[in-house]
C-alpha cells in the first residue's frame, strides 16, 4: 500500500493498494481541551447533570459556552451534584477544534460571567493537555457540610438549621473511623447504576466556627447521596442514638436502612477538586 500525504495539512492526497488507485480526502483533526473552574449556587438548579425538563448548572453553562464559541459544544462535568447541592471549585471541560489562548481565555471568562446568572461565578478556563479529564483524572474530592446550631435568617440557604443538642466530640469520633473501611454501600443511594460501592476516604473531621459545626470528607470517589447520608448517621450518633459500636456496625453491616436519613441538600458544598500538577498546556 503506498499513501502520499499532505506533510503540512495531514491530507491523505490520494493511495494505491494492490495496484488499484483511488483519491481520499481525510483531514486530521486536531481537538483542543479545556478546563472551566467555577463556583454555583445550586438552590434553583436540579443539580449538575443535564435533564429533561428541568434547569440545571450543565445546560446553563453550556448553552452559554456554544452561544460565545458559535459551535455546539458539550460540558464533561468532575460529577455529578444532586438538586440543590452548591460547589465551589468545580471543574468541568470542552473540546474545541478551534485554539483559543492568552487574552482570549480571558475575554472567555468575562463574556461568560456577563452571559450567566448571578448563581454561577467562571473563576478560570485554561487549557490542559489532551487526555486528561475531568472527571476520571481527579484525585480526591473534598466536600463539606454546613450545620447552623442556632436560627439565622442567613444561613438558611446554605446551611442546615439545627438548635437540638449535639454531643459533637462523638460525632467527631465516629467520623475519624471512616478512613479504616472501603465499602460504603450503606451510604449510597439504592438502586443506582455504580459499578462498586468502594470508596478511599483521606480525610473525615469535624470543624466549629462561631455557630457552625461543619463536617470534612475527603476521598477518591463519592457515591450517590454519600455524604448526606454520612451525616444524617453522624447526627444519630451526635443525639445518643447510636454509640461507636453502632455506627461500625452500621458500615460492616451494608444496610442503607440501618444508616441515618440523607440530610438536607442545602448545607452540602462541593469545596474541592484535585488534580495531578501536571495537567496543563503550557504555552
Excluded at 187 to 216: A, G, N, P, W
Excluded at 231 to 253: A, H, P, Q, S, Y
Amino acid at each position: 500500500m503506498f499513501l502520499n500525504i499532505n506533510p503540512d495539512r495531514g491530507f491523505i492526497l490520494d493511495a494505491e493498494v494492490a495496484g488499484f488507485c483511488f483519491f481520499v480526502f481525510l483531514h486530521t483533526m486536531v481537538s483542543h481541551r479545556f478546563f472551566i473552574r467555577f463556583d454555583f449556587n445550586g438552590t434553583g438548579f436540579h443539580g449538575w447533570q443535564v435533564q429533561p425538563n428541568a434547569l440545571t448548572v450543565q445546560q446553563e453553562m453550556e448553552d452559554a459556552l456554544s452561544l460565545l464559541l458559535g459551535e455546539r459544544l458539550q460540558l464533561t462535568g468532575a460529577g455529578r451534584t444532586d438538586t440543590g447541592v452548591h460547589a465551589r471549585n468545580y471543574i468541568a471541560h470542552f473540546e474545541t477544534e478551534n485554539g483559543i489562548e492568552g487574552k482570549e481565555l480571558s475575554s472567555l471568562m468575562s463574556k461568560l460571567n456577563r452571559f450567566l446568572p448571578p448563581s454561577i461565578l467562571i473563576k478560570e478556563v485554561f487549557e490542559v493537555k489532551p487526555d486528561v479529564h475531568a472527571r476520571f483524572s481527579a484525585l480526591s474530592r473534598t466536600y463539606r457540610y454546613y450545620i447552623s446550631r442556632s436560627k439565622n435568617p442567613f444561613s438558611t440557604e446554605f446551611s442546615w438549621i439545627y438548635t437540638g443538642s449535639l454531643d459533637v466530640r462523638a460525632m467527631g469520633e465516629a467520623a475519624g473511623i471512616l478512613p479504616e473501611y472501603h465499602d460504603f454501600r450503606c451510604f449510597s443511594k439504592t438502586r443506582t447504576q455504580t459499578r462498586t460501592t468502594e470508596c478511599e476516604v483521606f480525610e473525615s473531621f469535624f470543624t466549629e466556627k462561631d455557630e457552625m459545626l461543619i463536617y470534612h470528607v475527603r476521598a477518591n470517589r463519592f457515591l450517590r447521596n454519600m455524604v448526606r447520608a454520612i451525616v444524617g448517621t453522624l447526627m444519630e450518633v451526635g443525639k445518643g442514638k447510636l454509640d461507636i459500636t453502632g455506627f461500625r456496625n452500621v458500615i460492616e453491616n451494608g444496610n442503607r436502612s440501618d444508616a441515618g436519613v440523607s440530610v438536607p441538600a442545602r448545607g452540602l458544598f462541593l469545596e474541592q477538586i484535585e488534580y495531578p500538577e501536571d495537567i496543563r498546556l503550557l504555552p
